[in-house]
């Protein structure tokens, strides 16, 4: 079979755009939804057909692709699509749903004859935008020659976590992931937020770690985004982060494992955004050490 495909993506947001834009340069033929219509509008530029409703958008596509806000936004979406799905097609789920979605996913697929993929994404706007993201794929053996190309359009890298997207495998792997991205973007914003309180330079705290056991690039990076006031456009933001973030404590305490930093992390999140820094890169959490919200 050829490897370019007629692939729906359901969800434009940050993510979703830069995979749709992609896969249009990559050859494939692409149909695009967004509940808000204006915010996919920008596609048509890059050859994306652009439809009214899921159900337009997915007719006779050979796979479907969701990047939506959460799993009940993913089923409802795909509920709407119903009517132009076609049995066989490969559905690419990159929604992070979290572990508990996972199985209602799954089993709209099996009712409406889809190859379910459970494929969540590692990366933020700028390595979505380069194709450069990492895949975290679970699904079957068979049919992986169809969405290989999907992956490859999109991402740098394509890790399979087992052959039943049904058991989510991408998704744990995804939650594992994100809980350690969350611990780092809140510490890094506790350590410049005491900085600032105990009146010490924060270069100076970044200098003295540099290039030792402690350093790590991704301090620098979201550092770098407070100090110099670069929090828009995000790169993932506050409110997706806090979304992200509560997934995780419940994936934990549903199995028995209590994540006290993820809680804490969620909940500096939600502060944040309750500050009105929801739509600002999920550094902007460093706001959220400050009563008063002052300016970085």
């Known amino acids: 079979m050829t490897d370019k495909l007629t692939v729906s993506v359901l969800g434009t947001g940050i993510m979703g755009a830069a995979m749709a834009r992609n896969l249009a340069r990559a050859g494939h033929t692409v149909h695009a ?5 204006a915010k996919a509008e920008p596609l048509a ?8 409703t899921p159900a337009q958008a997915v007719r006779g596509s ?28 490969a559905w690419v789920q990159s929604t992070t749903a979290g572990v508990e979605a996972i199985g209602d996913l799954a089993a709209f697929a099996r009712e409406h004859g889809l190859v379910f993929y459970d494929a969540p994404v590692l990366g933020t706007r700028q390595p979505a ?17 169809t969405v290989t190309p999907v992956f490859d359009a999109v991402g740098a890298r394509t890790v399979w976590a087992g052959e039943d ?22 510490a890094a914003g506790e350590a410049l937020a005491l900085a600032k309180a105990l009146d010490v330079d ?12 402690l350093d790590m690039g991704y301090l620098h990076a979201k ?39 993820a809680e804490a992390a969620a909940a500096r999140m939600e502060r944040a955004a ?10 902007a959490a460093y706001f959220a050490s400050f009563d008063d919200n002052p300016s970085a």
Do not use: C, Y
Not at 202 to 213: Q, V
């Open 62 to 89: 050979d796979v479907v692709l969701t990047m939506l806000h959460d799993g009940p936004a993913a089923l409802d979406t795909m509920r709407q699509a119903a009517p132009g799905l076609r049995p066989g097609a």
């Open 45 to 52: 530029a890059e050859g994306v057909h652009i439809a009214d």
């Open 202 to 213: 924060p270069h100076g705290f970044l200098d003295l770690i540099a290039g030792g056991p």
């Open 274 to 283: 309750a500050q009105g820094h929801g739509d600002e890169d999920m550094a």
């Open 223 to 261: 550092s770098g985004m407070i100090l110099e006031h670069r929090l828009t456009p995000p790169q993932f933001a506050v409110t997706t982060a806090a979304k992200d973030a509560r997934l995780i404590v419940e994936a934990g305490a549903s199995h028995g494992v209590r994540l006290d930093v």
């Open 33 to 37: 939804w967004n509940r808000t219509r």
């Open 165 to 186: 997207g049904a058991a989510g495998g991408g998704t744990r792997l995804k939650l594992v992931a994100n809980s350690w991205v969350l611990a780092a973007t809140a």
């Open 129 to 145: 935008e380069a194709g450069q993201l990492t895949v975290l794929a679970a699904g079957p053996v068979e049919g992986r020659d």
